[in-house]
């Protein structure tokens, strides 16, 4: 078990560009959550899946946002046409009951 | 939609002080409660949960958090801090466990 990873941990890019962030959850956690955190805020929840199928998104997700787990393993969340306003850390988080274990995070700036 | 409080943004207490961090909640229906700590430069992890039962919890490194339904509180206590208890401390709600609702944290500062 080597825990929760993501990738990249950091990411700069311009505005209007856009980016795709990876997590690989612990083996054999049907569960993935993705948040945003802000400073000074806990995360925000943007959606989760169950296994491939993704059963909840936050209004938070607009529609530039699109998140991928096409196995039921790692995900993808990408967001397009970046804006300033998108600058967070984004965290992963998997779990296979009730204990959610969070990866390290992307941290995003939007120059 | 659900909301979580944590009222202490930002702590300070000398080693051996007694803590007690607070959290309130917005939903009256069954709730499933959690703290999760970040040390510095580290991830989330999770503290202690209460789901049902014993409303007093008890977590890891001596920390325990009481769950008052009446008062849709659940606050995080210890004893006697430690300078290694340095972090950010988050309280987080859930109905389903599908959607967590964290709160916006309390920064702990303990100095030697």
């Known amino acids: 078990d080597t825990g929760v990873s993501q990738d990249p941990r950091h990411k700069i890019t311009k505005r209007g560009q856009n980016v795709t962030f990876r997590c690989d959850p612990i083996s054999e956690h049907n569960r993935l959550y993705w948040y945003r955190q802000t400073l000074g805020q806990g995360p925000e929840f943007l959606t989760y899946?169950?296994?491939?199928?993704?059963?909840?998104k936050s209004r938070l997700l607009s529609d530039r946002f699109s998140a991928e787990r096409p196995k039921g393993s790692f995900s993808t969340l990408e967001i397009q046409r970046t804006e300033q306003g998108d600058s967070a850390m984004y965290l992963c988080a998997s779990s296979y009951q009730e204990t959610q274990y969070f990866g390290p995070g992307t941290r995003l700036l939007v120059l | 939609a659900q909301s979580v409080s944590q009222h202490n943004h930002h702590v300070i207490l000398s080693e051996a002080a007694s803590l007690e961090l607070g959290c309130n909640y917005s939903?009256?229906?069954?709730?499933?409660l959690f703290w999760y700590v970040q040390y510095p430069g580290q991830h989330l992890q999770l503290l202690l949960k209460y789901f049902s039962g014993d409303p007093l919890v008890k977590g890891i490194k001596g920390f325990e958090a009481e769950f008052i339904k009446s008062k849709f509180s659940f606050n995080l206590r210890k004893p006697s801090v430690q300078w290694s208890d340095t972090a950010e401390y988050f309280c987080a709600v859930n109905e389903n466990f599908n959607k967590f609702y964290f709160g916006s944290g309390t920064k702990l500062n303990v100095k030697p």
């Open positions: 939903y009256g229906g069954t709730v499933n």
């Open positions: 899946f169950q296994n491939e199928a993704q059963l909840e």
